[in-house]
């Protein structure tokens, strides 16, 4: 599959487990650094609060290199990992989770504090907005000028994307390609008289 599930937007969600606030902020991240700019960004916007912990899936949810997760002074295990594992469950791309948390007085215990981070992660991402995402490649496309306006009506039907165009004798495209549709759209470029190469 070329395609994910992942986060439309920022978007937060809070519950209260047992007097302990939790509040689950889900950003919409491509790749580990811009998670974790976005994840410190929520830190110093709850910067009274007692833990921030974290979780990522940033980018295709089958590239383990960017999935990581942080207990942020909870006990080991109770919260990052439980949160990353919802992540991992869901089949979501491209997503970071930060459950911030007040303490409320009670203690949870090390079974509590599994569960009410799991279900922070659980709620926030039943009630996500969510878009699709591609696994993309880039391809260049040269193109008749004359083809322009007859490629760009079939791209209506199709999640290709122009990233650049550049003028010269001929038209060049400079496309973000899903796996999907690279062979339709060889088939389209031959049959207008054009040529795909790789970047």
């Known amino acids: 599959m070329d395609r994910y599930p992942a986060p ?3 978007q937060r969600f809070e519950t209260i487990i047992k007097r302990s606030r939790f509040i689950t902020t889900v950003l919409p991240v491509p790749e580990k650094q ?5 994840i410190q960004t929520v830190r110093d916007e709850f910067s009274d ?4 912990c974290w979780a990522m899936v940033a980018g295709v949810p089958t590239d383990v290199y960017n999935q990581d997760q942080s207990d942020d002074g909870e006990p080991k295990g ?4 439980p949160m990353l594992n919802v992540l991992q469950h869901s089949g979501m791309g491209n997503i970071a989770v930060v ?9 949870l215990g090390a079974g509590g ?5 799991s279900q922070s992660v659980s ?26 306006a007859t490629f760009e009506h079939w791209l209506k039907n199709t999640d290709i994307i122009i990233l650049e165009k550049e003028f010269s004798d001929t038209l060049s495209l400079k496309l973000a390609v899903p796996e999907s549709e690279a062979e339709s759209l060889l088939l389209r470029a ?10």
């Open 49 to 52: 609060a007692n833990h921030h």
């Open 8 to 10: 439309e937007s920022k």
């Open 113 to 117: 504090l599994v569960r009410a981070y």
């Open 78 to 81: 109770t919260a990052g990992k």
């Open 99 to 107: 459950v911030t948390r007040y303490f409320g007085g009670v203690k």
């Open 190 to 199: 031959y049959e207008l008289g054009g040529e795909l190469t790789p970047p």
């Open 34 to 38: 811009t998670a974790l700019n976005a």
């Open 123 to 148: 709620s926030a991402l039943n009630e996500l907005n969510i878009i699709t995402a591609f696994i993309k490649t880039t391809m260049t496309l040269q193109l008749p000028y004359s083809q322009l």
